[in-house]
């Protein structure tokens, strides 16, 4: 899930204390550091990426992960964060079910911690869990993944009567899926770089 890095139409928070240029610098870092990441895991043909882009139009979008290397893209449309999720599991639907995939992950582009590690450990535990989440220090999460289990029926329970971007976000994801029987796992908690403090708390 990635935003494009325009100026003044990033990070907002952010901007707030190093300037709307820096913010978009800080984006554009991190997407690509985010991408980097994945691609090394892709190579290994454990993973196949797909962009879900914000902030562009279809050709600029294209141009964008072109310039990324990534072939397979997306927008994410309108609505909550939980809506532009969900639609990416629909879009990318027939593309997993040709391709044999069963597990769908979602990472942000807002971690510079993230490492290939991060995304190896998620592998390992889909082959025995239903649901893998990894904490971020705002209440948020800065991944998700779904089993084949959750994707087949129950998909749309993560997202829903969410409030993003408030402090019980991880909470309200696991009080949407306490009606069903699931395994899930944590992973460590990462800092989601929104603000001064959670770039201050980096070092």
Request: glycine letters at 8%; hydrophobic letters at 35%.
């Amino acid at each position: 899930m990635a935003k494009w890095h325009g100026f003044g139409r990033c990070k907002t928070r952010l901007s707030r204390d190093i300037g709307k240029l820096n913010s978009s610098k800080v984006q554009n870092i991190m997407t690509k550091h985010t991408i980097s990441v994945a691609r090394s895991v892709e190579q290994k043909g454990l993973i196949n990426i797909s962009l879900a882009i914000s902030g562009l139009g279809f050709n600029k979008s294209r141009k964008w992960a072109k310039e990324l290397g990534i072939d397979k893209f997306n927008l994410q449309g309108r609505g909550c964060l939980g809506e532009k999720m969900r639609r990416q599991i629909l879009l990318n639907k027939k593309y997993c079910t040709k391709e044999k995939i069963n597990n769908i992950i979602f990472i942000g582009t807002d971690l510079p911690d993230l490492c290939h590690l991060d995304i190896l450990e998620t592998i390992g535990e889909l082959k025995q869990n239903d649901l893998i989440l990894g904490p971020s220090n705002d209440g948020g999460y800065w991944l998700i993944a779904l089993s084949e289990k959750l994707l087949s029926k129950h998909s749309y329970l993560p997202f829903i009567n969410i409030k993003w971007s408030k402090a019980n976000v991880l909470q309200k994801t696991f009080k949407n899926l306490s009606s069903i029987d699931l395994r899930y796992q944590l992973l460590r908690e990462k800092i989601d770089l929104d603000t001064i403090i959670d770039l201050e708390n980096r070092n």
